[in-house]
């Protein structure tokens, strides 16, 4: 938001110098991100009259123009601009002027003749980006009359960063307010005094609103006799200084209004309205239209649109349609002033690609009970600027009036969240420079009354807020932190946590943060489907922060990436947090734990230079879930097989305990790899927080160091493709041979010598007595009973050699 100070002084006074008003303003949360001066002191500029005009011997586009600028001489100069003519008056820079782009101008041939100076355009002045011709002045101006007396003093313009939550400061009005509480001024508020004709507002338009919801207040003003023209110089010299192209007086006007109210409006030639209607409507299916920047645009179902008795007038909040602008023969104006819901507009504006001045304000929110003062105010000026008549009365489709919002607080409490001792009659007066009003005052609690336009205003830390900024973050003694011993308090959930990541990095996994926040094309990657599942902000800081994470993987495939980019070649994340879902249309928060690997984690040095194939990824990250559950005492675990998007098809698994799911774990999907130039497999698991905290406290049996020594055995089972590990690991545990201590898979191979369809399975068992030592024949006698058991129950033989 660009804020002239001269402008802003004609609503509140203040005495203080830039850098101070500029602190003042960044200590209350108005950010300044930059001050420019717009103009100079102009030295050698002065007014110009051209009094003669002849064609440039050597160039169609040129002509030599004779200017008289009050000196005993007039000047011969070269000028390509298409308005110049005799007798005009414009900004003159004769031979020896230095220009604000710091350029000092020198006698010049161009094409071969001589030109002693420069006719001047705004751009040339640094007075805007305007070059499509001379910046005329008034025709009654003296030649040679210094510049700086026909512009003004230069122009300093603070650009303020305002906050999602402080749409009430997107205007010159809200700033004022603003720095009337911080400088104990008197806020003046321009007047918007109408006089009407005794024409019918209601004859002469017809306003529906079918979607109350997406458009809560709808106004529409009627002017006759208006005269399209230039606005007057002051308003477009404060339109241009804001950053705004002034156009013509009607269209400046809505602008002007906007800026200094903070409330986008729409001016139509209501000539153009066909029937004298509308339609406040969505769009329908397949319907386009052409909007004012000239592009046909396709509109959507969920798109709001300003539709007249035939066709869409304009994408509501967002930009006007090309059939019903302001025309140069417009003469009856119908006027719009609007509420439409935030969501609504940003989902449009993103939708079509178009950010402008209106959809930056309504998606953030605007005041709907002054809707038709900003309406008024409008109509006051166009009537003053542009000759128009007001016909009588308004068309206001209001149908659920605004609430007014109370809030109930403690004053101790708003002091102990401060930390400092702020007296309540100080509070009072806070509440009352800023327009908050008091009810049921106690002395010890009281109710607060919030104005319509304070949007942000919902809580009582809210007002904890208000207070601490306008009282003085700098004023709030530093205190010495104090630990408060709360006895019967529960901290078993935190203990539990902390030990959770001990025993993460004890596995060789380090820990990852990220923000909650994400956005749609990054959780897309992974899952296109759910979408209606996911929880939008309504007012984002920014689209790459716009949405709820639905799950912790997408970040953390992200931060692999990252790391692969700047040559980080292996790496093994975890982070817990927060993840957000729609369950049956209802807003559901979990705490999880991610895992993620890329690269060769699970070799040795010595090994780590061959490529990574996907069943090693895989049964590392399975291994590593594995070990975690282990170690958070947790039995009765199992896999199960399934498809889910953000992985690759017969690469994940659901984890179970006890039949429950609890968690996934997999191979990441390509689409995802691809995004991040992730060239080998990736794994990633995601597990449910308070699964893996049930039994963290739960002491671990103890068992007695082995006395005596082991016996182990391999063997390989050649058996259908088709069975799967944990078939076997249940048929052991069922078979449960006599001293087998532990078994394991140490591989799985398919191809040459194995029959097609067939795979191998190679197990390890150790054996093991705490009473004697095996002997060879023992063991060989169990081992062989297990052997028979497992190849009768699969079908399975034994791979020879």
């Known amino acids: 938001m660009k804020v002239p100070v001269s402008w802003l002084k004609e609503y509140v006074d203040f005495e203080d110098t830039i850098e101070g008003l500029a602190d003042k303003l960044t200590f209350a949360g108005l950010e300044v991100e930059a001050i420019e001066t717009i103009g100079s002191d102009f030295e050698g500029v002065v007014t110009g009259e051209v009094v003669h005009i002849e064609p440039h011997p050597g160039a169609d586009k040129l002509q030599m123009c004779t200017v008289e600028y009050g000196a005993d001489e007039a000047m011969r100069v070269v000028c390509g601009a298409p308005n110049v003519e005799v007798g005009g008056k414009y900004p003159f820079a004769p031979v020896g002027t230095t220009l604000p782009c710091g350029i000092t101008l020198k006698k010049a041939k161009i094409r071969g003749e001589v030109s002693m100076g420069m006719l001047c355009a705004k751009d040339e002045l640094g007075l805007g980006e305007d070059h499509s011709g001379l910046l005329v002045l008034d025709a009654a101006l003296e030649p040679g009359t210094p510049f700086v007396k026909v512009w003004g003093e230069p122009e300093t313009v603070i650009e303020l960063e305002i906050t999602p939550n402080r749409p009430d400061c997107l205007s010159m009005i809200g700033v004022a307010r603003e720095m009337a509480v911080l400088y104990g001024s008197e806020l003046r508020v321009p007047k918007a005094e109408i006089s009407e004709t005794n024409d019918d507002v209601n004859t002469e338009i017809s306003v529906t609103v079918e979607d109350e919801e997406k458009c809560p207040r709808y106004t529409a003003r009627v002017l006759k006799g208006a005269k399209i023209a230039p606005s007057p110089e002051w308003m477009q010299k404060r339109l241009e200084a804001a950053g705004i192209r002034p156009i013509s007086n009607v269209v400046d006007i809505t602008n002007y209004v906007m800026l200094e109210t903070g409330y986008p409006l729409h001016a ?16 329908k299916p397949g319907e386009k239209m052409h909007t004012l920047d000239d592009t046909e645009r396709e509109l959507t179902e969920e798109m709001l649109v300003i539709a007249d008795a035939e066709k869409p007038s304009a994408v509501a909040g967002v930009m006007g349609g090309a059939g019903s602008e302001i025309k140069d023969d417009t003469s009856t104006i119908l006027l719009e ?30 005041n709907t009970d002054s809707v038709e003062w900003a309406s008024r105010r409008a109509a006051a000026l166009m009537c003053e600027l542009a000759g128009a008549k007001l016909c009588k009365g308004i068309v206001d489709v209001y149908p659920k009036p605004k609430a007014q919002i109370k809030i109930p607080f403690a004053w101790k409490r708003i002091e102990s969240m401060i930390g400092a001792t702020i007296p309540t009659d100080d509070m009072k007066r806070i509440f009352q420079i800023l327009e908050i009003g008091i009810e049921d005052d106690n002395g010890k609690s009281a109710t607060a009354v919030v104005p319509s336009f304070r949007l942000d205003l919902e809580r009582e830390v809210d007002l904890v807020e208000e207070i601490a900024r306008i009282h003085g973050v700098d004023n709030v003694p530093a205190k010495t932190p104090l630990a408060k011993v709360i006895p019967d308090s529960d901290d078993s959930r935190v203990r539990a946590i902390a030990e959770l990541r001990v025993r993460l990095q004890g596995l060789g996994v380090s820990e990852i943060l990220n923000y909650t926040l994400v956005n749609h094309p990054l959780l897309d990657l992974f899952n296109k489907e759910n979408r209606e599942n996911r929880e939008e902000l309504p007012h984002p800081i920014s689209v790459d922060q716009s949405v709820m994470r639905t799950s912790l993987i997408p970040q953390l495939v992200e931060s692999l990436g990252r790391n692969h980019s700047r040559q980080i070649d292996e790496a093994c994340f975890y982070e817990l947090g927060r993840v957000f879902n729609r369950i049956d249309g209802a807003p559901v928060q979990t705490e999880t734990v991610s895992l993620g690997m890329m690269g060769p984690t699970g070799r040795s040095l010595l090994e780590k230079r061959a490529a990574v194939s996907d069943e090693e990824m895989f049964v590392w990250m399975k291994g590593l ?41 997999g191979l990441v999907n390509k689409t995802a790899r691809d995004e991040w130039r992730l060239t080998g497999p990736v794994a990633a698991a995601e597990l449910n927080l308070d699964t893996l905290l049930k039994n963290a406290f739960e002491i671990a049996k103890i068992e007695d160091l082995a006395q005596f020594p082991s016996m182990s055995r391999d063997i390989a089972l050649v058996l259908d493709e088709s069975t799967r590990h944990e078939n076997v690991v249940a048929l052991i545990e069922k078979a449960n041979p ?47 009973k297990l052997v028979d058991f497992l190849c009768k129950q699969l079908g399975a033989t034994l791979r020879e050699g």
Do not use: W
């Open 268 to 283: 139509f030639d209501k000539t153009l309205v066909a029937g004298d209607q509308i339609i406040v409507r969505t769009a």
């Open 337 to 366: 002033a609007a509420a439409f819901e935030p969501s609504t507009i940003r989902h449009t504006a993103k939708s079509l690609g178009l950010i402008t001045d209106s959809s930056y304000r309504f998606q953030r929110g605007v």
């Open 625 to 665: 879930v594995e070990k975690l559950l282990s170690a958070q005492s947790i039995d009765a675990v199992s896999f199960k097989a399934e498809d889910r998007p953000e992985f690759e098809n017969g690469k994940v698994v659901s984890v179970l305990i006890d039949g429950k799911v609890i968690g996934c774990m």
């Open 738 to 784: 006599k001293d087998l201590e532990c078994f394991g898979l140490f591989d799985v191979y398919q191809g040459k010598g194995i029959e097609k369809g067939k795979k191998s399975l190679a197990y390890t068992f150790v054996y093991r007595s705490a009473k004697q030592t095996l002997t060879d024949k023992k063991v060989n006698k169990a081992h062989q």
